[in-house]
């Protein structure tokens, strides 16, 4: 049994930084491509970023591009997402998934493994 476990989360103020892990166990996921999602209150689930298994490709929603840096470790089991420049509409739960499909994770389309979530605060 897969599972992905995000840690990192907390309460940062607007313009500061924070680096989110999720950590694989049950498998390796090192032939995964791995992804990380995020919902605030009162809105649907939306891509962040996706990285392919080797990490030699990697794909940000328009809303992170030059701000947040999705990276794995293989050897570690674990991805990463470095989060700079925080802005309070970054508030959410963030969720860490895998597949084996970069297309699906890229797509949010009937991806294989998710984590539980951990919640990032920006505050003004």
């Known amino acids: 049994q897969v599972q992905l476990v995000e840690s990192g989360g907390g309460l940062v103020q607007a313009g500061g930084s924070l680096r989110l892990s999720c950590a694989a166990s049950g498998r390796t996921l090192s032939t995964y491509a791995e992804g990380w999602f995020r919902q605030a209150p009162g809105k649907e689930r939306e891509f962040v970023a996706a990285i392919n298994w080797n990490g030699g490709s990697t794909d940000y929603a328009d809303s992170v591009k030059g701000r947040f840096t999705i990276s794995r470790d293989n050897a570690k089991n674990t991805v990463y997402l470095q989060m700079n420049s925080l802005k309070p509409e970054d508030t959410a739960v963030y969720y860490c998934?895998?597949?084996?499909?970069?297309?699906?994770?890229?797509?949010?389309?009937?991806?294989?493994?998710w984590g539980k979530g951990t919640l990032v605060t920006v505050s003004s």
């Open positions: 998934a895998a597949d084996r499909s970069y297309v699906d994770i890229r797509s949010n389309s009937a991806i294989t493994y």
